[in-house]
């Protein structure tokens, strides 16, 4: 019985390797068959050959491994749910700004809301995702003389630092332009100091949407936009890397496995685990599919090759880990839910202000984004007492208390909300 069984093992042995070898010359691989290993850049090709092994010297009676290359029930990064803000840095208008503000912006009390600094909503309201909306300015000074502001006569922005080169925050250049960061290099400076402070933080997602001007506010003399193409988008990428070393970034090329795309290495290999991303930082793009994602991935970039960000993607795309689903009500939710089980990192909100908060039933969409197991739901009052200007106690609070808790959705089972952070 034992002769059969190390004859049984042989065999498989020599048919494994023969097919891992087979798996290489398929895809272009060369080299020695790499060694054993489960870090994040296990090839395609070990992994084969690592289950194929495995099945050999199973008794036959044993129950079968799991329809997966990696059985791991390990906690990811994937498996939590964590609060965000949309608009992380914003400032409403001043009221001296109120009365031009409202004549030239659509539905202008939308904009009627602010966020404390970047270290208080980590510190003091369990935030643990942000938004940054981003302006090229390679050259400063694009943005240091704001027109809606010059024309009432209030006070403009920093403008030392509006006149330096680099990405600037803003909502709405010329109009909605207070931040508590005005470059984006403040921001992620801020970012990185709490971080610094708190180093078994589980990983911040940082949400970047690429912003481009008002027509109707250059019409009126506002500043003429920085377009993003390849150049600023990697100046983009510069800026992240000055502020956060490599080993504190959650890259495409960090998640993706060597052989798969990006798509197949979050669905078949699982997001890194949640101990492995601790203290880290990940960004993606808020932008749907455009000019903009298309120049990200240009040059052979279809997973995202050496990029900082992940893309906002669609299904079956090489690029896809991440999906904005902002709207987690009616169909959407089981869309959501689906997409979590799937492997995917989602998105979501709980609110749009300020017409959510001044809803009747103000708490649905905000219950609903909860329930659908998405990773980030973000909003615009994470804090009790934010919303009670509009005479509601509206509030975004993580459901059992802490700054995150187990994925309601794809949690594996021993999960524990009080042992996140």
């Known amino acids: 019985m034992k ?118 909503q980590l510190s003091q309201q369990s935030v643990r995702s942000l938004e940054f909306d981003v302006r090229a300015d390679s050259k400063g000074g694009l943005y240091a003389n704001p027109l809606l502001p010059r024309i009432a006569g209030v006070p403009v922005p920093d403008e030392a630092k509006m006149k330096l080169p680099g990405a600037k925050v803003m909502h709405i250049a010329d109009a909605d332009v207070l931040s508590t960061c005005y470059t984006f290099r403040d921001c992620l400076e801020q970012v990185k100091a709490w971080s610094d402070a708190h180093p078994r933080h589980v990983p911040i997602p940082i949400d970047i949407e690429f912003k481009t001007n008002d027509e109707k506010l250059e019409a009126l003399g506002g500043a003429k936009a920085e377009k993003w193409d390849e150049e600023s988008l990697a100046a983009l990428d510069e800026e992240i890397r000055s502020v956060f070393a490599e080993d504190r970034l959650v890259t495409p090329d960090f998640v993706r496995t060597d052989g798969l795309s990006l798509e197949e290495s979050v669905l078949l290999m699982g997001w890194p685990t949640l101990e492995e991303s601790r203290g880290m930082v990940m960004f993606y793009m808020d932008n749907d599919d455009g000019d903009i994602r298309d120049a990200y991935r240009s040059g052979g970039r279809n997973n995202l090759e050496g990029r900082v960000l992940f893309t906002n993607s669609d299904e079956g795309e ?104």
């Not at 992380?88 to 009627?112: A, C, D, K, Q, T």
């Not at 989602?346 to 749009?352: G, H, K, L, M």
């Open 3 to 120: 002769g059969t069984l190390r004859l049984s093992i042989l065999a498989c042995g020599i048919f494994t390797v023969a097919m891992a070898h087979y798996y290489q010359s398929q895809v272009g691989m060369t080299g020695d068959l790499p060694a054993v290993s489960f870090g994040r850049k296990t090839t395609f090709a070990t992994l084969l050959c690592t289950f194929l092994s495995i099945q050999c010297i199973l008794p036959t009676h044993a129950s079968p491994i799991s329809n997966t290359l990696n059985p791991s029930t390990a906690l990811r990064m994937n498996h939590i749910q964590l609060k965000g803000t949309h608009n992380s840095y914003h400032r409403e208008p001043p009221l001296g700004l109120r009365l031009i503000f409202e004549s030239v912006i659509p539905s202008p009390w939308n904009y009627y809301y602010s966020h404390s600094s970047v270290s208080d």
């Open 318 to 421: 090489d690029d896809a880990a991440f999906l904005k689903r902002n709207d987690p009500t009616g169909d959407n939710l089981e869309e959501i839910r689906e997409l979590v089980r799937k492997g995917y990192f989602v998105r979501t909100r709980a609110d749009v202000p300020i017409e959510t908060v001044e809803k009747e039933n103000n708490t649905v969409m905000r219950d609903l984004a909860w329930e659908s197991g998405a990773q980030i739901v973000s909003t615009d009052f994470p804090a009790v007492g934010m919303a009670c200007r509009y005479d509601t106690d509206y509030a975004v609070l993580m459901p059992g208390g802490g700054v995150a808790r187990c994925n309601p959705i794809n949690a594996p089972d021993g999960c524990k909300d009080d042992e996140l952070e």
